[in-house]
């Protein structure tokens, strides 16, 4: 029998949520500047609001299927639809999971091995792992995340000595567009952690569920925040704005009393396990959400179909960086604004009725 505790939920959200902010961190900087990090700290806040508010509504209404929620609130036809949108976005983040790991492998150490050969050997390990069950997956994912957290530690104390924090310096705190983007688009990152709400109903001491929730969300968020001042104190706000994956460049400038000639070999270890930790949870989200029976040939299936669009997506760099860029916005879109909407619906809705 599969069991998941909500302490489990402290290493799920650190795997997920972590990741794709930091890897792509000059997509945001290019957006907010030397500001960005004060952005970041705002979309973590926010997030944190919006992470109580739906695990209140689902508290005191003693409701956690998100399936059963939209359907509730939205109706059959449109909750449907809703539920399909948000399956194919989840099929969006397997996808990011394979393709950015191997452009970054591609474009920074190993630029004669063609990147399908990369996203194939990913999707093949992925393949095995998901077509377990729930507890093989959080087991993979408790692991993996001793090894990724020891490699962040590592590459935060070894890069310090060439962060230099005057680049934060002056701070001019303006909303004006690209600010509002920079927002916007990293609380579409960081609201990465939606992709647990189909799993959130098989918890089995949920009373504990959201002190377990927020201590894995402030503490991704923190890390998050901590690299973010870090890339722009390292590289400033220009370089890192337009800086190819800069935390790979940060590593790069590692050294160590000889011992350590660059961190390239910590950053590895961090995302390559950590992408797949997140295309393992998605995949388990789909499988729920689909009420898939033959889960080995579903995995299969969505395999294929993710190799397929990781290659073209993956292929090139620069297309590889407008999906990313527009793939934030439907984040927030798909996994903060409508959820958001929906919960404080199914909220006054049951409220009312109750009043009646």
């Known amino acids: 029998m599969e069991k998941l505790t909500s302490k489990h939920f402290i290493l799920l959200i650190l795997s997920i949520t972590i990741v794709s902010i930091i890897m792509y961190s000059s997509i945001f900087i290019d957006l907010g500047g030397r500001v960005t990090f004060i952005f970041t700290i705002i979309a973590s806040i926010i997030l944190i609001l919006f992470s109580l508010t739906i695990l209140n509504i689902c508290s005191k209404h003693n409701n956690f299927d998100f399936k059963q929620i939209c359907l509730n609130i939205l109706g059959n036809k449109l909750g449907k639809f809703y539920i399909f ?4 976005t989840l099929i969006l983040s397997t996808v990011e999971s394979l393709a950015i790991p191997n452009s970054v492998i591609h474009e920074n150490i190993f630029l004669e091995t063609p990147i399908w050969y990369g996203i194939l050997l990913f999707t093949i ?73 189909p799993i959130i109903n098989l918890v089995e001491d949920k009373n504990n569920l959201k002190s377990s929730i927020l201590k894995g969300l402030i503490i991704a968020f923190i890390i998050v925040i901590f690299f973010i001042i870090g890339i722009i104190a390292t590289f400033g706000p220009i370089r890192g704005g337009n800086t190819l994956y800069p935390i790979f460049s940060q590593c790069q400038m590692i050294s160590y009393g000889g011992f350590i000639e660059n961190g390239s070999i910590l950053l590895l270890i961090f995302f390559i396990l950590s992408w797949l930790c997140k295309y393992m949870i998605c995949l388990y989200s789909l499988t729920l959400l689909f009420n898939v029976k033959d889960k080995n040939t579903f995995v299969i299936f969505i395999s294929i179909l993710n190799y397929f669009l990781a290659l073209i997506i993956g292929n090139n760099v620069f297309f590889t960086l407008n999906f990313i860029k527009y793939y934030q916005y439907l984040l927030f879109v798909i996994f903060f604004a409508i959820p958001l909407i929906i919960y404080i619906l199914y909220h006054f809705k049951l409220r009312n009725t109750k009043v009646k």
């Open 125 to 197: 390990t992925g393949y095995f792992i998901s077509k377990k069950d729930l507890n093989s997956i959080v087991s993979v994912t408790s692991i993996s995340m001793f090894f990724i957290l020891i490699s962040l530690f590592l590459i935060a104390v070894l890069s310090n000595q060439h962060k230099d924090f005057s680049n934060l310096l002056p701070i001019n705190f303006t909303l004006n567009k690209e600010n509002s983007l920079c927002l916007i688009s990293q609380i579409g990152s960081l609201s990465s952690f939606v992709i647990l709400l």
């Open 85 to 88: 949108l948000f399956s194919l």
